[in-house]
């Protein structure tokens, strides 16, 4: 019986040497988000094609690798045709594919439109590429996705489905970048 405390105090000291440390890092990413809406999809009037705008930054967790699974938060604001200011959160799980990964969020937004003020749910499916970032905290993205947003309440109860293209702002920043860096020159 007194072996048996020596023995786990043994193991936990071996255990802690051969132990690697986690580094799994928080990957931040910022992206515009553009493409096509189906909007009022419940209304009498509907549904209607318009023009979707927004922005989307989020932070992935628990990832030390490419290829690795993460979960982590995102936040996000939207126009529908400039006739809406829509703003929201959730959660999104980055589920590797091989070289490109899908990433599935959920969540909730607000927002304001003729009809008012109006809370709902949001679904989106992403699939592109999602780096990770070896030497800093920002990854880089780009793909497409497919969103659905869901109204709650409110006289309107909209619902719209939303594809579109994501372009990590790096990448919208680029030209500017070398356009500074050839007039500095």
């Not at 690795?68 to 590797?96: C, I, R, S």
């Not at 937004?109 to 030497?135: C, D, I, K, L, Q």
Request: glycine fraction near 12%.
């Amino acid at each position: 019986m007194v072996r048996a405390p020596r023995i786990a105090a043994g193991v936990t000291a071996l255990v802690t040497l051969l132990a690697t440390r986690a580094s799994a890092e928080p990957q931040l990413s910022a992206g515009m988000t553009t493409g096509a809406a189906l909007t009022d999809l419940r209304a009498s009037n509907g549904p209607r094609l318009a023009y979707h705008l927004g922005g989307r930054f989020d932070v992935l967790l628990l990832r030390d690798r490419a290829g690795k699974m993460a979960l982590g938060p995102y936040v996000d604001v939207a126009t529908a045709a400039f006739d809406t200011f829509e703003t929201g959160g959730g959660v999104e799980w980055l589920v590797p594919t091989g070289d490109a990964a899908l990433i599935l969020s959920a969540g909730a937004f607000a927002r304001t439109s003729r009809f008012g003020w109006e809370p709902g749910a949001t679904g989106t499916v992403f699939w592109g590429s999602r780096s990770f970032n070896y030497h800093s905290t920002y990854s880089l993205g780009l793909g497409l996705f497919l969103q659905g947003r869901y109204g709650l309440a409110g006289d309107g109860r909209q619902a719209d489905a939303i594809l579109g293209v994501q372009i990590d702002l790096q990448y919208l920043a680029l030209p500017f970048l070398f356009a500074y860096e050839a007039i500095a020159r």
